[in-house]
């Protein structure tokens, strides 16, 4: 792992809150398909493991936190790649992975709530 | 429909967001299961109706907008219903619904990215 501070700055809020508006069919399948890959307890934890640490995190580092064997490690992480949350980059033995927040905000800000909700009932 | 007007209050920031802190197993399945309530295109859809309505919706408001049958709509929403996501109430012929904005804003705020994150790589 080297050294070098990289400042990861995003789009901020970029799609509009199902709370404000319904969803488009295509942006509906683009955002379901981010949620499938947060939709397994091993793939979340496998996300927040990588988006908490501050830095970008050895796989070796991430295997010991599983019951499970180190394939089925490395398929749930190529899930979270093809999903656009993590990016990875193999040096020497091991892959390193980090954490792609502009996808995280993305359905972030899709979920997020207005602080009070009028509902009309 | 009735006229009454209900403000829903909610609880805000109600958890640790994944880029902070990892999360622990009970956690991530709890928020695994509402991510798979999220992952299919139909179901993410119908949220975003419910959600975005402003109002209670009718059953009968929500079928128009697919092409699949009432009895999938109805396993849909269940789904959605189990998750904690929305809530129904039959009166006479049809089932309203109206969302669950606690539930929603919890997975917001589990996926929200600090502004700028200092990634050391």
Not at 97 to 109: A, E, F, G
């Amino acid at each position: 792992m080297s050294k070098q501070d990289v400042s990861i700055s995003r789009s901020g809020g970029c799609c509009t809150p199902i709370s404000v508006a319904a969803l488009d069919e295509a942006t509906a399948s683009e955002g379901a398909a981010v949620f499938k890959a947060l939709s397994d307890p091993i793939r979340l934890r496998l996300m927040s493991i990588i988006a908490s640490a501050g830095a970008e995190v050895c796989v070796c580092d991430i295997t010991p936190h599983f019951n499970v064997s180190g394939p089925t490690i490395s398929h749930h992480l190529r899930v979270l790649r093809e999903a656009g949350l993590v990016d990875c980059e193999r040096r020497g033995t091991w892959v390193y992975y980090w954490p792609l927040p502009d996808r995280q905000q993305w359905i972030s800000t899709l979920l997020s709530v207005p602080e009070t909700t009028a509902l009309a009932r």
